[in-house]
């Protein structure tokens, strides 16, 4: 049944509830984008988003336990360059339905389509809190060729994240400040200037120091291990910016190789697959049961062929239990955007062209049956 929340308290209940802690889209253009939650603040929803829209109403949505919330927004304000401030109006709650193109994999001739490397988002945090001699050895040698480049700089990682990595998580961005005593300098594809110069104020941070870049060390593009950091006397440029992004991404991925999360090498064959989410098998392993539990998140490798692969994070939302395997269903969240292109290109290529005569002589009530399976046992899975 549909229901409407208006009354302002309820709605930024079930705000602070869910928003932030599930997947949130944006509508732009009729089609459901995955947007960045940064806070609830005076009773108005913070976000990050870099979409064009023509008037100043926002309408985002989530599912929740079968339901889908369809909340509607009022650019209030923002920066002007992708933060904006957000008040909400109403929350429609309608019953949740599939969104987008299914492929179903399992007896397809794309049957070697699997999910590998798998890992719980909270062991990769934890992991990253461990003390590991390979990766120590790693960093210092890091290191030492990052202060040949830039002799005031640092390679910081850590379980806990400290002021600047926090403030680059809660953003999105990355630092790139040209001269922090000339404001007119500032980027606003970056950090927020302001909000730089209070982290730079508590840092005690040398007086002549006076440019920096930080960029983030991701594992696999999705969670935050720490950052790169140079510091000069004069003002760095965007060369120096693509060097240290570079430099970043070679740190990740040397990190991961070392071992040091545990990611299961299962190779899981994928049942089904949208833009919205997944469904594949794992066998009743200790890894099974260490990554995935109900509504966990997870960060896994797709391999759509052997060209095509992309990387995932996900929210499990269903797990059913088989004769020989678990069935995972699983819906993206916050998917970065080269893996989405990625995704969509295949979905586009392998998704079958309508068939006018395909509903003619076709068994209704065992197609009915089919589906009413495949709903309960993934509800969720592929919705936005």
Not at 72 to 90: R, T
Not at 244 to 250: D, E, P, R
């Amino acid at each position: 049944m549909d229901k409407e929340i208006n009354d302002i308290d309820a709605i930024i209940k079930v705000i602070s509830a869910l928003f932030g802690k599930l997947p949130v889209h944006i509508i732009h253009n009729g089609k459901e984008v995955s947007v960045k939650i940064i806070a609830l603040k005076n009773q108005s929803l913070i976000i990050s988003n870099q979409l064009q829209f023509a008037n100043k109403a926002r309408i985002l949505t989530l599912v929740h336990n079968g339901s889908k919330f369809i909340t509607q927004f009022l650019l209030i304000g923002g920066d002007g360059n992708g933060i904006e401030v957000l008040q909400p109006i109403k929350i429609s709650i309608v019953p949740a339905t599939r969104q987008g193109n299914r492929v179903e994999v399992a007896n397809a001739a794309s049957s070697a389509m699997r999910v590998t490397n798998l890992i719980n988002v909270l062991d990769v945090t934890k992991a990253i809190g461990f003390d590991d001699k390979k990766v120590d050895a790693l960093l210092l040698s890091y290191r030492s060729k990052l202060s040949k480049l830039f002799p005031d700089s640092s390679i910081f990682f850590a379980g806990r994240a400290d002021n600047r990595l926090r403030m680059m998580q809660h953003y999105d961005k990355a630092i790139f400040v040209i001269d922090r005593k000339n404001k007119s300098t500032a980027n606003p594809a970056y950090l927020p200037f302001d909000e730089y110069l209070r982290i730079f104020n508590t840092s005690k941070l040398p007086e002549h120091l006076i440019s920096e870049i930080a960029v983030p060390i991701r594992y696999k593009g999705y969670v935050s291990m720490g950052y790169v950091q140079i510091l000069s006397e004069t003002s760095l440029d965007l060369e120096a910016l693509e060097r240290i992004n570079v430099f970043s991404q070679a740190v990740a991925r040397d990190i991961i190789s070392t071992g040091v999360f545990q990611e299961t090498k299962e190779n899981c064959q994928v049942m089904d697959l949208s833009s919205g989410g997944i469904s594949f098998l794992h066998a009743p392993t200790r890894a099974f049961s260490r990554n995935v539990t109900m509504n966990g998140t997870i960060i896994f490798d797709l391999i759509m062929t052997n060209e095509k692969r992309a990387t995932f994070r996900g929210i499990i939302k269903n797990i059913r239990n088989l004769e020989t395997n678990y069935r995972v269903g699983c819906q993206f969240y916050n998917t970065n955007p080269s893996d989405l292109e990625i995704l969509e290109e295949y979905l586009a290529e392998s998704s079958p062209k309508p068939d006018p005569k395909a509903n003619q002589d076709t068994d209704h009530s065992e197609n009915d049956e089919h589906s009413k399976t495949e709903e309960s046992s993934e509800e969720g899975t592929e919705l936005s």
